[in-house]
């Protein structure tokens, strides 16, 4: 097998080759004067087992034309099997049609990385598991529950714990982490959302009085409904209030919006690559994924059990 970094992440591509024991395949990865994107394969591919890791965050355009393009140096160097590694799927937010006339552009994204060539796509934590239904090529979505389970139990234990999901929708997503951590009891907030980009919680759905909160989703953008919800709980006689969330996006004033906000600490993966502000922010901590898409980049190598991991 051969892992091909993208410009998206290169340091958690770097961390999946030391955990595999792989060097990174030599590449170039350069652009023209009019922002037109090159790729050049610098060694050996034919017949080769590919991993091409590129997550699709910001800027989410160039990242994406950027794996687009890798997969085609890759098809045309007669790879045996190219697996498009996105641990952080940009334009999964958009997966249906919320109003007349509008895009499902998840689909289309899905659409034009098969195209391109994938054989196979390995992602974490997609918004809506039923992206996993747009690729018409092998497609695994990999949790990083268990991750946060045994960090979770490392830092805090499981005493007087309770998992919190910020609005209805990801109740599953959050009985799934509780279930690691002893069956923790489980509340929700429940808001209401004006307008795009802002949140109003409403209500907490369970007794969260003396509990330490652990705040769990997908994606945290501008951070509003993390805030507001550790806010609620507070207010609700909960004796802290922590966030766990899969992938930091973080954009605009999301940084300064965590750290002055009722949160203890906001936890995110290393699914998206890390700004400067985020580094500073003194409530923001990362943890790693790249063991858990090594091993499961492996697992696809072998042709074992990918689904095993998370048994």
Not at 184 to 212: C, F, H, T, W, Y
Not at 272 to 298: D, G, H, N, W, Y
């Amino acid at each position: 097998m051969k892992i091909l970094a993208g410009n998206g992440n290169p340091d958690l591509a770097q961390a999946i080759a030391a955990y595999l024991e792989i060097p990174l395949t030599k590449a170039a990865v350069r652009r023209f004067a009019d922002e037109e994107i090159f790729v050049e394969i610098d060694e050996n591919v034919r017949g080769e087992d590919v991993f091409v890791v590129q997550p699709t965050a910001a800027p989410a355009n160039d990242n994406l034309m950027e794996l687009l393009i890798c997969i085609d140096a890759l098809k045309r160097a007669s790879a045996r099997r190219i697996t498009a590694v996105v641990p952080y799927f940009g334009y999964a937010r958009q997966d249906r049609k919320p109003g007349p006339r509008t895009p499902i552009s998840a689909k289309l994204v899905a659409n034009l990385i098969t195209t391109a060539g994938a054989n196979r796509v390995l992602s974490l934590d997609l918004h809506a598991g039923q992206i996993q239904g747009f690729f018409d090529i092998p497609t695994d979505n990999l949790f990083a529950a268990p991750v946060m389970a045994a960090d979770i139990t490392a830092r805090m234990g499981v005493e007087e714990l309770m998992v919190v999901s910020p609005d209805v929708g990801g109740v599953v997503r959050a009985r799934a982490l509780a279930k690691r951590l002893g069956n923790a009891p489980l509340a929700i907030v429940d808001k209401r959302r004006e307008r795009p980009g802002e949140s109003e919680v409403m209500n907490i759905i369970g007794d969260v009085r003396g509990r330490r909160c652990i705040l769990v989703d997908d994606i945290v953008d501008s951070a509003g409904t993390l805030c507001n919800a550790a806010a609620a709980l507070l207010e609700a006689g909960a004796a802290s209030a922590t966030a766990y969330v899969s992938h930091g996006v973080l954009s605009g004033g999301a940084v300064a919006r965590v750290d002055g906000s009722a949160l203890s600490e906001l936890v995110v993966t290393d699914s998206i690559a890390a700004t400067a502000a985020v580094k500073a922010a003194q409530k923001i901590r990362r943890i790693t994924i790249a063991p858990l898409l090594a091993e499961a980049m492996r697992r696809t190598a072998e042709e074992s059990s990918v689904s095993s991991l998370f048994d």
